[in-house]
């Protein structure tokens, strides 16, 4: 099957770990040994996350005294694909010696009026105190936000229209070649009047991404893996139990965290309800992806 996969923030970094090279790499490593059994049947997208390595690069091309201006979030978002995709070039390949693998910078297709831009919601960088995150903000023209017991600075976040390079993936694809695409959602960039592709800034979600690339590949499977095994009904009520096998209708009718849980149950739903016959989506642990492609494990989300 041809199946689109897109890694939690987990995968990457704990929260609250400190965000050094060696633990990301650690991690990744762990990540693709867990991964690798899929690629052994089946033809695989693997996207990711980019959070915290974006921020770390804002908070450098910060106070970087040598600039005038800080580095726009398109370019850091594209320095972030380069970095998060050679670990996992590297991981992988060490998994998989004989088998080819890609990882290319792409742009995701953004409205120059999506709303998005006039409310930043997607949370980026590290956590910090109140004071702290106040401060930063006024000193770099920030907008920051409280993300559960702290404070994190926030971009706009529009949705994705199109992967601008769907059809290179598609290609490498059929060349049975792996492809790691599409980091933190794509480089936003939008369309000048011109015709020209102009980057903004701006961050997307990547699982929004992940299942709009699902779709334009006409993928079989979207895969998206977290740190939890199941989607939880009644979640934090007094009665909450794992949701095995569901529909979008059902998902739609839930209460979920909008931080956390809502955005990827969001697009599975896209995902399956514009597929065709034999689509199905899964959420689960990166630990059972294999076990995620026909429901085995995880929660398992088809049409009917």
Known sequence: MRIVVALGGNALLQRGQVPDAESQVANIRLA????????????????????????VLAMESAADPRLTKSYPFDALGAMTQGLIGYWILQAIGNERPYRQFASIINQTLVDVDD???????????????EQQARELAERHGWSVKADGDGWRRVVPSPRPREIIETQLIDHLLGESIIVVCAGGGGV????????????????????RSAALLARRLNADRLLVLTDV????????SDDPHP?????????????????SMGPKVEAVCQFVEGGGHGVAAAIGSLSEA?????????????RV
Do not use: C
């Open 32 to 55: 693709m040994r867990q991964l690798a059994p899929l690629t052994d049947d089946h033809s695989v997208v693997i996207t990711h996350g980019n959070g915290p390595q974006v921020g």
């Open 115 to 129: 709303p998005a831009f006039e409310d930043p919601t997607k949370f980026v960088g590290e956590v910090y105190h």
């Open 188 to 207: 936003p960039v939008v369309r000048t009047e011109t015709g020209d592709l102009r980057g903004v800034e701006a961050v997307i979600d990547k699982d």
């Open 229 to 236: 095994e199941n989607v939880i009904e009644g979640f934090g």
């Open 243 to 259: 949701i095995k096998r569901t529909t979008p209708e059902h998902l739609r009718t839930l209460d979920l965290p909008a931080g």
């Open 290 to 302: 294999a076990d995620l492609v026909n429901g085995e494990r995880g929660t398992f989300v088809t």
